[in-house]
């Protein structure tokens, strides 16, 4: 039996439900029972009523879907499966900030830690960022973490005067201007689609600016097109089943790779062989603290309430 197939027996046997980002390899991605971005994989594990949660992501991620189904056993087959722009976010740091401005609400992107999660009023994800922000009151200051440039594109779209902590994730900053641009004179024809963890030069240059589903989305409605893909290279496998005819072409990083994209090595740190092993094993488990869990839920359902 393939390892895939062993993974299928041990999720119908255990009761247990995969959970995929679309950062993460094709062969997880396919075996999973739902792949999206954090606010669908949000959804889905406040959702579900599998007796396993197995979450093909970071650990951010996973700690969220604990905290929004506690008594479900969370799994996450790499505890190295970490995250750039979580990291640059410490909760003593972040702390000390907030207290320095204690009039502005805080609102804080879904790559952050419970800790942080604890600190929020509200917490977003890229696909809701815009709707949350507007939803605050135009006179109420707003403190916006971790990510400077979604934070810096948020305000431009809302003309909104937000605080921002100093933050940014080393993917979407890895891409490169030049080379995209000479990728885009070669290819004349192309589109260019962008994340809005990128850079503001890149988000220039972009026709459409979204989340990863926004971005699939936004493919699928215009099929005949060539896109130039300015994410992390992994959602390349989901948006190519849904346009299997449409040329995409992933953005150039500035360094030279194996696929001279941008990758995340946290992402790619879970494999197939550690999916099966984790669910085999039952192990490593993800535990959130009751008290943090109770504090960083609150924002958590308030983020999924303004997203209905």
Same mark, same amino acid.
């Given at each position: ?11 119908? %046997? ?17 075996? &999973? ?9 949000? =959804? ?13 992501? *970071? ?5 969220? &879907?604990?905290?929004?189904?506690? %008594? $479900?056993?969370?799994?996450?087959? +790499? ?8 990291? %640059?976010?410490?909760? +003593? ?5 907030t207290e320095a401005h204690p009039d502005h609400l805080v609102i804080t992107y879904i790559n952050c830690s419970a800790e942080i999660k604890a600190m929020s009023d509200i917490v977003c994800t890229s696909s809701n960022a815009l709707r949350i922000v507007e939803s605050v009151p135009k006179d109420r200051p707003i403190i916006f973490a971790p990510d400077k440039n979604l934070g810096k594109y948020i305000s431009k779209k809302t003309g909104r005067d937000l605080l921002l902590w100093d933050g940014s994730c080393v993917v979407h900053e890895a891409f490169s201007i030049e080379k995209l641009l000479d ?20 988000? +220039?240059? &972009?026709?459409?600016?979204? %989340? ?6 936004? *493919?699928?409605?215009?099929? $005949?097109?060539?896109?130039? *893909? ?9 948006? =190519? =089943? ?11 990083? =500035?360094? +030279? ?10 992402? $790619? ?21 009751? &008290? ?15 997203? $209905?």
């Amino acid at each position: 039996m393939s390892l895939a197939n062993r993974i299928l027996e041990l999720k119908k %046997s255990k009761k247990a439900i995969v959970l995929a980002h679309y950062y993460q390899r094709p062969e997880i991605q396919e075996i &999973a029972d739902y792949v999206g971005d954090s606010l669908g994989l949000s =959804q889905k594990a406040a959702e579900t009523d599998a007796s396993i949660i197995v979450f093909a992501g *970071v650990h951010f991620m996973a700690e969220t &879907a604990k905290i929004l189904n506690p %008594s $479900k056993m969370v799994l996450l087959p +790499d505890l190295d499966a970490g995250c750039s722009l979580a990291e %640059s976010c410490p909760p +003593d740091a972040f702390r000390e900030f907030t207290e320095a401005h204690p009039d502005h609400l805080v609102i804080t992107y879904i790559n952050c830690s419970a800790e942080i999660k604890a600190m929020s009023d509200i917490v977003c994800t890229s696909s809701n960022a815009l709707r949350i922000v507007e939803s605050v009151p135009k006179d109420r200051p707003i403190i916006f973490a971790p990510d400077k440039n979604l934070g810096k594109y948020i305000s431009k779209k809302t003309g909104r005067d937000l605080l921002l902590w100093d933050g940014s994730c080393v993917v979407h900053e890895a891409f490169s201007i030049e080379k995209l641009l000479d990728l885009h004179k070669a290819n004349p024809e192309s589109v260019i689609i962008a994340h809005p963890e990128s850079e503001e030069h890149i988000l +220039d240059v &972009a026709t459409y600016v979204g %989340s990863t589903a926004g971005m699939i989305n936004y *493919v699928k409605k215009h099929p $005949k097109e060539q896109f130039i *893909v300015a994410t992390e290279a992994g959602i390349l496998h989901k948006m =190519q =089943q849904e346009v299997p005819n449409t040329v995409l072409i992933p953005a150039p990083a =500035q360094e +030279d790779n194996t696929c001279a994209c941008s990758e995340c090595a946290y992402m $790619k740190v879970n494999t197939l062989q550690k999916v099966y092993d984790c669910l085999l094993n039952e192990s490593p488990q993800i535990d959130v603290p009751e &008290a943090l869990a109770q504090s960083a839920l609150l924002p958590i359902e308030r983020m999924l309430e303004l997203s $209905k």
